[in-house]
């Protein structure tokens, strides 16, 4: 029988996620592109002898079609467990529990005394380096003494990258989860999500895994000090009472840090280790600058800052939380800028991080130069389009600042000059001769506007070689 090892669990989880070409996968997996089929083969092997269906590869993309219960039976296995999970398991469980014993936790997970003494000899590297201090226990254990700021800082980010990654799925025979399981975190998440909702903030996964990890760190220590000086809290004493009320099952501390936390998010202060928010800052500054987007607004740039810095945060902890996505063609251009600027910054990302940042990129890019494209000609060979009062209807409510004006296609051919200098842009749905009109592939609205958007775009990137 196969023996699975970690690249083939880092894969299994990918393709958990969506359909994967080779060369992403290796891109994520840090391995060889040409690696990627013998590890394909070796999980093939481990699933045929579970009974599983097999990897298949349609269109260059590898998929793995399995039910919910078999894809919990996958990860709740005993032996499909990272050694990246294995150490992250011993930390959090030492730090948690305030005591480890390395001969039970050699036969929980089943490996040899030289293997779980060398896992906690990495530990305690940590440790050392981090000023916690710890005592040895004869016959006993290990003993944590004293837990220092760092090490709290690092256990925070350890039971974060355990939620993501996760999905807050509760799983009974999955190690970490067995040292949580003191813990109520489905009603904690349901009540979180309630504050958050009324408030009209967003109940992502990074922030909803850090105050449930918060809520771990409360329990255990002094939690974090988020009080600002420079801000009035007095003036958010209904938002205190609504936390105190909802989290009654939770400690005084949780609740009044979770209270100085929210009142901080609201005024857009973000909570992101500095080396994180320094670099994000940096990266930012540099999109706007090659981007020219220096005046970009305050909720553009928070919502930016805040998506570098998550992705950052991904990437430095390997949290393997993505998404299959179809690239349109002028992603590649935008992608090409984005991997000059991480290197320039000594920064990397996950491929499909870089582009979620390009998505939101691109949309301030479009509301940022919008007024770029003022007057904009649909012709159409279809005679009925010409009275579809509907389509100018919908366009002049989702683009009110262009004006849009339909005329049958054969009238550009009489005076092609006349209508270029008159319009901005022009588009048919006859493929045609003339450079410079964009052929429509249907008469829906939101077709138009991608290809306006698109335009918009296009002539951004050529503004930039310039620059």
Not at 358 to 370: D, E, P, Q, T
Request: with cysteine; proline share 0%; aromatic share 12%.
């Amino acid at each position: 029988m196969i023996i699975i090892n970690t690249t083939n669990i880092n894969i299994l989880k990918l393709l958990a996620q969506g359909q994967f070409s080779a060369e992403v996968l290796a891109l994520y997996t840090n391995i060889e592109k040409e690696s990627i089929k013998k590890n394909i083969l070796q999980i093939n092997e481990f699933l045929n002898d579970n009974n599983l269906n097999k990897i298949q590869k349609n269109n260059n993309k590898f998929s793995l079609k399995l039910t919910m219960d078999q894809w919990e039976y996958i990860f709740s296995r005993k032996d499909f467990i990272t050694s990246e999970e294995i150490s992250d398991y011993l930390f959090i469980k030492f730090i948690h529990n305030k005591f480890i014993n390395l001969e039970v936790e050699k036969n929980i997970l089943d490996l040899s005394r030289s293997s779980i003494v060398r896992y906690f000899q990495n530990i305690k590297k940590i440790l050392d380096l981090n000023k916690t201090t710890y005592e040895y226990q004869n016959s006993k254990g290990i003993k944590l003494i004293y837990l220092s700021e760092e090490c709290k800082n690092i256990f925070c980010k350890k039971i974060i990258r355990f939620f993501m990654s996760r999905d807050f799925k509760r799983n009974k025979d999955f190690f970490t989860s067995t040292v949580l399981s003191e813990y109520n975190f489905l009603d904690l998440l349901n009540n979180l999500h309630k504050i958050l909702s009324s408030n009209k903030m967003s109940s992502t996964s990074f922030l909803m895994a850090f105050l449930c990890a918060l809520n771990v760190i409360c329990n255990i220590s002094n939690g974090f000090d988020f009080k600002l000086k420079n801000i009035n809290y007095d003036q958010h004493r209904d938002l205190e009472k609504q936390i105190f009320k909802v989290l009654t099952n939770t400690s005084f501390l949780y609740k009044q840090q979770v209270f100085h936390f929210i009142v901080n998010l609201k005024n857009s202060k973000f909570f992101f280790e500095e080396d994180i928010y320094t670099n994000g800052v940096q990266l930012l500054e540099n999109i706007k600058i090659k981007f020219n987007l220096k005046e970009l607004e305050s909720n553009f740039r928070n919502i930016l800052l805040k998506k570098i810095c998550i992705s950052l945060f991904k990437y430095n902890n390997n949290i393997l939380k993505v998404k299959s996505i179809s690239l349109e063609k002028i992603d590649n251009s935008f992608l090409y800028i984005i991997d000059n600027l991480l290197e320039e910054c000594n920064l990397k990302l996950f491929f499909y991080d870089k582009i979620s940042i390009i998505n939101i990129l691109k949309k301030f890019i479009v509301a940022h130069n919008k007024n770029t494209v003022k007057n904009v000609l649909l012709l159409f060979n279809e005679i009925t389009i010409l009275d579809d009062h509907h389509l100018i209807n919908s366009l002049e409510s989702r683009a009110s600042h262009i004006n849009f004006h339909i005329e049958p296609a054969f009238l550009y051919r009489l005076n092609a000059p006349l209508y270029n200098q008159k319009y901005n842009l022009v588009l048919s749905d006859e493929s045609c001769i003339y450079q410079n009109i964009k052929l429509l592939s249907s008469y829906n609205y939101l077709n138009i506007l991608n290809i306006i958007n698109n335009h918009v775009l296009e002539q951004s990137l050529k503004n930039l070689k310039f620059n």
